[in-house]
């Protein structure tokens, strides 16, 4: 089950980005070869920005593709290693779910107004960002209670 929703989760991300390489396109062609540039497209390219970063952070890239300065991490043994891995897990869990409430509120309250060219409402735009907070502090729970287990060997 958990390999078809990590499959349906990179279906999902490689559409997002299938739409905004459409727009990019679209938008190079009306811009240099019609030259009558159409102003969605460069709309639509930054919404399907936002949602695959946002979306794929959250899905299917790993914990160890993030981005990480992990020179002294590295060179640590295990044990440290696991409580180093548990430290920053823990803060961002607890950093992220801190601020989730907020950010409900905030995205909600920007439903209010719409974008300029597609008018999609802006808590419908900024609604992948609820997502990823919320998936990444499950995850990071997750990595707390494999972390926690016997075998954290494996989770580092």
Known sequence: MLTRLRTLCEIVSAG???LLFAAFVIQI????????????????CSLS???VVCFAAATIVKEREHIA?????????????RVLAMLCSGFLVVLFALGLP????YVLFMGRMRTLDL???????????I???VVTVLLGLLRLWRLSRADFEREL
Do not use: C, K
Not at 69 to 81: C, E, H, K, N, S
Not at 121 to 129: E, H, M, N, R
């Open 102 to 105: 907020g950010t409900i509120d």
């Open 29 to 44: 062609f009306t811009r240099y070869v019609l030259n009558d540039p159409v102003v969605w497209a460069q709309e639509l």
């Open 131 to 133: 997502f990823f907070l």
């Open 119 to 129: 008018r999609i409402p802006f808590d419908l735009v900024f609604s992948i960002f």
């Open 16 to 18: 997002l980005f299938a």
């Open 49 to 51: 920005y936002l949602w």
């Open 69 to 81: 300065f992990d020179l002294i991490y590295q060179g640590a043994p295990p044990r440290v290693r």
